[in-house]
């Protein structure tokens, strides 16, 4: 069974950093991608980040760039994702979710087909105040 467990969120002022955490169980990094999504208050969900562990690409979304990096610790299976220069516009709720192959990021930061994730964090709550 795949589970995913975020920690970390909390609340920053802008311009400071944080340092989220994606815990996973039941799946081999290796063998697949991790994507971090969020969801701000009114607007839908959009993805930040993407790892594939297996060949080390990573993805980002236009806004964080610069100022987040997603990185992955294989022995503890966990993914990470640090953020700096917070602004107001990144709070929302942030959840990891894993894809089922290890394609590159690339790919997952941008398909439309939510089907290639199969398993879902239940969310941490990043507010950032200005």
């Known amino acids: 069974q795949v589970q995913l467990v975020e920690s970390g969120g909390g609340v920053v002022e802008s311009g400071g950093s944080l340092r989220l955490s994606c815990t996973t169980s039941g799946i081999r990094l290796i063998y697949r991608a991790v994507c971090w999504f969020r969801q701000a208050p009114g607007k839908d969900r959009e993805r930040v980040a993407c790892?594939?562990?297996?060949?080390?690409?990573?993805a980002y979304e236009d806004s964080v760039k610069g100022r987040f990096t997603i990185s992955g610790d294989d022995a503890k299976n966990s993914i990470y994702l640090q953020m700096n220069s917070l602004k107001s516009e990144d709070t929302g709720v942030y959840t990891c979710a894993a894809a089922t192959l290890g394609l590159g990021a690339t790919f997952y930061l941008e398909t439309g087909d939510l089907s290639r994730f199969d398993g879902w964090g239940q969310g941490a709550q990043v507010t950032v105040s200005s």
């Open positions: 790892y594939t562990p297996g060949d080390g690409s990573v």
